[in-house]
């Protein structure tokens, strides 16, 4: 027999046997290109039209032509779309079409159509096949109203035809769009008639609702529906200007679950950060909530049936939802989200105004919910950020509502509750083999008491833990407790990280030194056999590690609590070489002495980069404590040029794949404190005007690094007075603070200017590499690293006392 395929497979697969070449918005990510001998030479006919070319084939093949079919609209003259014509088109009635080539074509109409901006089209193809699989029910044309009318004949599908690819393109191309609203009313009304939506559509939907609110966040708290009373509101405030985009994100997550779809991971990350986007944070902590319960669920459906299996029990199953048995893990990412948003609502000042007490309520209600969540061992994260938003709480008496126990909620004191949880955890500190030994015999009924999976503490909560139980509980027996626990489970839990975690625990202890009487901190480190970390050590760090700049901060603080300043200063070299060239050979001249110290200075300033705002600020503090002006001036100005270096992109250049070159730059800035160290520098050397040195000698440089004309030198120039130089260096502290805000806020504008154009080129313009560039404030190690300076009462205090 002949083989009939090869004169019917062009017109088959043209106008969707070529892929379109998708525009990716990230940097360095591009399609393949097609291969040349795949490409097609034909011209791209209408897809529209294609697809009424195609349904008429459909219609008129004795495939699908079956005994009781109503007549095509070929036939009864029923297909007058003004956007559907086909004139010009020649038609293939022959043919033998396959419904899944017309929902092919009808999804490629459906991109041409919004690449023509005639949304109408689109429209018209969904309800269409709508219509065709349900054509007299009210409810389904209720919930595909929001659609519009049609714009011209609806399209008489058969039921055959399958409208999940038509469906999944327009709802791609809505979200594009940024019509969230249309968006999750399509997953609905898709869900409602059965089409089965993937997971990455919904992942899809979910991120555009995200990036729609980034682009628009509204600016003030209120809540929907005015309220009598301030307490009323702690239930649910939330942005009124952002409502209907929350709105629609919940209505996609609950249709999923109804419809027994699984509900991923990313799926519940981008509805939190859309609930902190809009300042719903009570929403995201209870989104957080119903993840880790289904998560528990389904943990301990597997328990009961691991069990049966073991013991040989003939039990039924337990039958659990599909979106629980399916439920993914919690992530860490979610709750440190969430406890940023938090402590930074914490950290604002306190103003009357109604936006902030809502604010101010939302995030004690969000934290009492995770609060519980972690008292009642649900939680099986990385603690930390939760302990550090709770031991931050301000003292306030508003109350929260807490439930304890699958019992009704009751009203307590925020201030006291989050005491009172971090207390009973560091009690009984979470241990997997003795919570499900213990559990059934405590707090009720076992069926509210399940074993839970939770992991085993990591370093960070010991050392939340330990801080908290240092410099808030001021208690030596609860730092011994969390010490001793820590330490005993480094050989198990913590072995991979074990110098990391004595290095954080280290540099607790060097900072909460000082809160205690002298020899109590170093006595108990010695009971419990941790010895200290010397400042070689801190800075003896293996290549691609980073530098632990707190913990080394930490322990030049404790150095100069004890008065070794002086190991600090022999300890300069090491830390910042660029300001300790070496000696030139002799005979070298003047000028290429400084030409080499200069180039020593500038390769060395990578590395003092890396030590980030908090090591130079404690360096600025030792100094000045010393006297040592000279020297903390060639540190400040030092500071300040590594803090220009870290917006570079060539500093933090990670990898190279695939062609293109990946960039992390992790720009900070010095903050109001180094300022105000350097102005109490020159304050102090302003007091010192002795009959012996009125005269200034060894400090004064310019910006540049350069000693000023007429007092620095023994050329025989006239001397500046001590108090004159002193006040004149004030000053001009005073306005470089001023304008360093506005200077930071310039270099990250270029930056992420740089970041938009998509940085084609690479760096040095030689070669065509692609580069994927992220910029991540702050060098990761602590709230304070990227905090432009703003001046404070410290700094206007110190001002104070000189004018």
Request: charged share 20%; with cysteine.
């Amino acid at each position: 027999m002949q083989c009939a395929w090869p004169k019917f497979a062009r017109p088959a697969v043209r106008g969707f046997a070529r892929p379109l070449l998708n525009q990716h918005n990230r940097i360095g990510i591009h399609s393949a290109s097609w291969p040349a001998f795949l490409r097609l030479t034909v011209p791209p006919k209408n897809p529209i039209r294609q697809l009424q070319r195609r349904y008429t084939a459909l219609q008129t093949s004795p495939a699908t032509s079956l005994p009781g079919t109503p007549p095509g609209p070929h036939q009864a003259g029923q297909f007058e779309s003004p956007v559907l014509e086909s004139a010009g088109e020649e038609t293939y009635p022959d043919q033998i079409i396959s419904s899944a080539e017309v929902g092919r074509t009808a999804a490629q109409a459906i991109r041409f159509s919004i690449q023509q901006d005639n949304l109408g089209a689109a429209f018209l193809i969904i309800q269409s096949w709508y219509h065709a699989r349900h054509p007299n029910s009210p409810l389904h044309a209720q919930k595909m109203s929001f659609l519009g009318d049609p714009t011209g004949n609806l399209i008489p599908f058969g039921k055959s035809v399958t409208s999940r690819l038509p469906a999944h393109s327009l709802l791609h191309a809505l979200i594009r769009n940024g019509e969230v609203e249309k968006a999750s009313q399509l997953v609905q009304g898709m869900i409602s008639m059965g089409t089965r939506v993937k997971s990455r559509s919904l992942e899809a939907a979910l991120k555009g609702f995200e990036n729609h609110a980034s682009s628009s966040p509204p600016n003030n708290l209120s809540s929907l529906i005015p309220l009598k009373s301030l307490d009323s509101t702690l239930i649910r405030p939330h942005m009124s200007h952002n409502a209907h985009i929350t709105g629609g994100a919940l209505r996609i997550l609950q249709a999923a679950r109804r419809s027994g779809g699984r509900s991923t991971g990313r799926m519940y990350r981008y509805l939190i950060a859309l609930c902190i986007i809009n300042g719903e944070i009570i929403l995201a902590s209870l989104l957080f909530g119903v993840l880790l319960r289904d998560w528990q669920a389904r943990e301990k459906a597997k328990a009961a049936a691991a069990t049966a299996a073991a013991t040989i029990l003939s039990s039924e199953p337990s039958e659990l939802p599909e979106y629980v048995a399916q439920a993914p893990a919690p992530q860490s990412q979610e709750l440190k989200s969430m406890c940023n948003y938090i402590s930074w609502n914490f950290s604002q000042p306190h103003v009357n105004d109604e936006s902030s007490k809502l604010a101010f309520s939302a995030s004690l209600q969000a934290l009492a919910n995770l609060a519980n969540d972690m008292d009642e061992k649900r939680l099986s994260v990385n603690l930390e950020p939760l302990i550090v938003a709770m031991y931050n709480c301000p003292r306030t008496t508003q109350m929260v509502w807490v439930s304890q126990n699958s019992m009704p909620p009751r009203r307590v004191e925020a201030y006291t509750y989050f005491h009172d949880v971090l207390e009973r955890l560091i009690s009984s500190l979470p241990d997997r083999e003795r919570e499900q030994e213990q559990i059934r015999f405590i707090n009720g009924p076992p069926k509210y008491n399940i074993p839970q999976p939770l992991e085993p503490v990591n370093h960070l909560t010991y050392n939340a833990l330990l801080h908290y139980s240092l410099r808030h509980q001021r208690s030596i027996d609860s730092a011994r407790f969390v010490l001793t626990n820590m330490l005993e489970r480094l050989e198990d839990a913590l072995r991979v990280r074990q110098i990391q975690a004595k290095k954080g625990m280290t540099s607790i202890l060097d900072r909460a030194a000082k809160d205690f009487p002298s020899g109590e901190v170093e006595a108990l480190m010695k009971e419990v056999g941790l010895t200290p970390v010397t400042l070689a050590e801190l800075l003896n760090v293996p290549e691609g590690r980073p530098l632990n700049t707190y913990a080394l901060s930490a322990r030049i603080a404790l150095l100069v609590s004890k008065g070794e300043i002086q190991t600090i200063i022999d300890a300069l070299p090491t830390i910042l070489p660029g300001l300790f060239p070496p000696p030139a050979p002799k005979g070298t001249p003047r000028v290429v002495a400084i030409r080499a110290a200069n180039k020593w200075r500038e390769d060395s300033l990578e590395k003092a980069v890396k030590l980030g705002p908090v090591v130079f600020t404690a360096l600025l503090n030792a100094l000045r404590k010393n006297g040592s002006t000279g020297l903390a001036e060639s540190v400040f100005v030092y500071g300040l040029e590594a803090e220009k270096k870290s917006f570079d992109l060539d500093v933090s250049r990670e990898k190279e794949r695939a062609g293109t070159r990946r960039i992390l730059v992790r720009p900070w800035c010095l903050p109001v404190h180094a300022y105000t160290t350097m102005i109490q520098a020159y304050d102090n050397e302003r007091r010192r005007r002795s009959l012996q040195k009125p005269y200034a000698k060894g400090w004064g440089l310019t910006l540049e690094g350069t000693s000023r004309p007429g007092h620095t030198s023994d050329d025989g120039s006239d001397p500046v007075r001590r108090d004159v130089l002193a006040r004149r260096m004030i000053l001009e502290t005073y306005h470089l603070m001023m304008a360093a805000s506005q200077k930071i806020a310039t270099r990250l504008k270029k930056l992420e200017e740089l970041v938009q154009a998509g940085m084609k080129a690479s760096l040095d313009g030689a070669t065509k590499q692609k580069l994927d560039i992220k910029i991540v404030l702050g060098l990761g190690q602590g709230k304070n690293d990227f905090n432009p300076p703003e001046p404070d009462i410290w700094f206007f205090e110190s001002l104070l006392d000189i004018f």
